[in-house]
């Protein structure tokens, strides 16, 4: 019942910005850490950004100065500012989220589980 929606991704020029959103929903006790991934064509899947549940946040090398990563729980959405975007910035982002959902059967919290999206795609021009 629990998923989540990237969106948001897009062509840009590099120097430009973009702001990608992930949207949660389902049968959701809590969110417990997020973060961002990328996967760029011939390359592993590799953690951009993340941000736990007070608040703290990391970031790659890569990005560091350059992406924000931010979450609004009241509307259970995370979200990644991307500055300054370079070529090699080119990727399917994905979001990740660990969740405390609602049991269906009994109707009390279970443990938290590790849930992804389906990914957008950021291509950066020169």
């Known amino acids: 019942q629990v998923q989540l929606v990237e969106s948001g991704g897009g062509l840009v020029q590099a120097g430009g910005s973009l702001r990608l959103s992930c949207a949660v929903s389902?049968?959701?006790?809590?969110?417990?850490?997020m973060g961002w991934y990328r996967q760029a064509p011939g390359k592993q899947r590799e953690l951009v950004a993340h941000?736990?549940?007070?608040?703290?946040?990391t970031s790659a090398d890569s990005v560091k100065g350059r992406f924000t990563i931010s979450r609004d729980n009241a509307k259970n959405t995370l979200y990644l500012e991307m500055n300054s975007l370079k070529r090699k910035d080119t990727a399917v982002y994905y979001c990740?989220?660990?969740?405390?959902?609602?049991?269906?059967?009994?109707?009390?919290?279970?443990?938290?589980?590790?849930?992804w999206g389906q990914g957008t795609q950021v291509t950066v021009s020169s």
């Open positions: 389902g049968s959701i006790f809590s969110i417990n850490a």
């Open positions: 941000i736990n549940s007070g608040g703290t946040t």
């Open positions: 990740n989220a660990d969740i405390i959902e609602w049991s269906t059967s009994n109707w009390v919290p279970v443990p938290a589980r590790n849930y």
